[in-house]
């Protein structure tokens, strides 16, 4: 079968493997589609990301095409998710409800994890169906399903943060991530939210999205403007940074109200100077939020079926297995924008 084989930035390749058979235990599963995570993108482009070889893909969908001996949680022919970070269920974390931050289990998910393979294919193995695999209700598609990634880094945020209804809420960076924050909020019913993204393209689907407010964060009469809005409290409750980029938190610690909360989701490799007396007077709350947990993933299958999450906002552009390098280039160099290339390793399934 054909699979993209990852040997560092810039050096992939489409290479013939063999197809993975089940083993006790174990599910193979045929994928439809493998989102191109902006993980991928950097690891693509950047030294660091990945200082291993794997074949590549942790966001797919697809269906159940061989289940191993003992297998009872699912059979062949279900539509499920494949890829969420994986865990262990038996360390300190897995045991206190932080399964995302397992220390085992993260390095052994597909398509993450050193030597393993990830789909970027066109079957993937899956060692722990119970922990990897997500069956798909009825009503949820596979375009919407395979979202579980982006989305699950967005609601995974906002639950982990102190908000509460009636908080004026600040989302600075309108990328993926940060329409799935926007969303969420939305659901858990902030006063003002208000978002900030160099891009008027994205400021135009954050207002569609239910955003009050999108502002410009170079323009300092938007700035100014925002700070008017929050004027009552000196700030807002809480400022989530979903760019990933520096000046970005600078926008969150600007904006938020003394003793409010800033939630760091874009992992950056940059480094970042902390004045703590900037900050420590103000008594901040820094927080940080990683992936998401299985759990979620359920809850937000349930808000996409019942309509309370809305797919239509991500851009997607399906590409056949044999482009991926291609369309990882296109990517890194910013030359294709879409919320999710949706790579089709079987064709039309
Ligand atoms: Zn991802
Ligand atoms: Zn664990």
Redesign the pocket.
Known sequence: MKAVHYHGPRNLELLDIPKPKAAPGQVVVKIAYC?I????VHAYSMQGIFNWELVLG??AVGYVEEVGEGVTCVKVGDRVAVGPPGDCGACYSCNTGNPNTCTNGFPNTLGIGPNTQGAYAEYVLSHYPQNELFKIPEGVTFEQAVLF??LGVGFHAVRRSDMRVGDNIVVSGCGSIGFSVIQVAKLAGPNNLIVFDPLESKRKIAKELGADYAFDPANAYDVVKAKEILAQANGAQVCFEAAGHPSSIDTCINLCMPSGQIMLIGNDGRPYQLVTAALGHHQYDLKFSFTYTKEEITMLFNLIKSGKLDTAAYSLLKAPLDDAINKLEELATGKLEVARVLLMPNGNI
């Open positions: 989102g995570c902006g993980t991928d942790h966001e990634d982006v």
